[in-house]
């Protein structure tokens, strides 16, 4: 848990860089409100107090990092209270719970807060004063992320936006985009990922599925005529990539068995597609990921490994 949390560390510099000092305070409130209501359910529920194992703090950043960079700092406290208390421990506590908690917080804002969880977008500050980008100072200056731009008007709105497609392609690989907090830079998150791949602490099956799906499907269907979508845009833009590699990779509401990674990767980049095209909303990385969830033990079952599999003999009888 304090590898994953320390590989989501660039990812929170860039932003920082990119937004301004507002988004590491309220990375701070949500891992704080999150370590809090772990000790307050633990105890109210008179389990051993486990906070030092760094689930709530991943908990607490990753929630931070798919909110908007300007959001009112009680909610990451009500999301703390959605993801820990109700997503986790009252299912059981850590390694029971059925949802990704970071998630489940996320989408409870989205439904509770829509304002102020689709009003949030800023652009990049264009100067190195970074500590007078608090609150107030940035309200009145918002912009339209990439996805929303895609879905509104394609890549002919995003290139009058921000230039041509080589131009774009490098700012949104290093982060120098509107988005939630940690999902502006390519770059940072897969530094983090490929890190935990070279660890061996997650695989490259599921990331590469997820990519990969998004990736093709937008080029088959996203376009104007078949074959005529961007699947680069697709992967760098939202939080494609922080989904694959720290959202879609959880021990314990993902499978881990080689073959059904590959098909929940699979199941997460066609439910994206399908809801950044068809859906009402620019982003599916999150509600894909949620939706595939449940069906973790269903792949567990049916993708378990051979020395796990009754043996013949009890089957025949």
Not at 22 to 43: K, M, N
Not at 177 to 199: D, F, H, K, M, N
Not at 257 to 283: D, S
Request: overall charge negative.
């Amino acid at each position: 848990m304090w590898t994953v949390s320390a590989c989501l560390m660039p990812s929170l510099i860039i932003s920082i860089f990119v937004f301004g000092i507002q988004t590491l305070i309220i990375t701070l409130v949500s891992v704080l409100s999150c370590v809090a209501v772990e000790a307050v359910s633990q105890r109210a529920l008179n389990r051993p107090i486990t906070i030092s194992d760094g689930s709530a703090v991943l908990t607490g950043i990753l929630m931070a990092f798919v909110i908007p960079p300007n959001v009112p700092l009680y909610l990451p406290v009500l999301g703390a209270i959605m993801a820990i208390y109700i997503g986790k421990h009252l299912l059981g506590g850590v390694g029971y719970n059925i949802f990704n908690p970071a998630l489940l917080a996320r989408t409870f804002l989205m439904a509770s807060f829509p304002v102020a969880m689709t009003a949030g977008w800023i652009p990049p500050i264009e100067n190195m004063a970074l500590f007078t980008h608090i609150g107030s100072d940035v309200d009145a200056v918002t912009t339209a992320t990439p996805l929303y731009l895609l879905s509104h008007g394609g890549v002919d709105l995003l290139i009058q936006e921000y230039g041509q497609l080589s131009s774009i392609y490098t700012q949104f690989f290093f982060g120098w985009q509107p988005g939630c907090i940690g999902e502006t830079s390519a770059l940072a998150v897969l530094l983090g990922g490929v890190y935990l791949i070279y660890r061996g602490y997650i695989t490259w099956h599921t990331p590469v599925a997820v990519l990969g799906s998004i990736a093709v499907l937008t080029w088959i269907f996203g376009g104007d005529s078949l074959f005529g979508g961007d699947p680069i845009l697709a992967v760098l833009s939202g939080g494609a990539i922080l989904g694959a590699f720290f959202m879609a990779t959880d021990y314990v509401t993902t499978p881990m068995g080689t073959k059904a990674k590959i098909i929940f990767g699979i199941g997460v980049g066609a439910l994206t597609v399908l809801i950044r095209l068809k859906g009402g909303y620019p982003e599916g990385i999150c509600y894909a990921i949620l939706l595939m969830n449940p069906f973790t033990p269903v792949f567990e079952d049916w993708f378990k490994p051979e020395r796990f599999a009754p043996a013949k003999e009890e089957v025949a009888q």
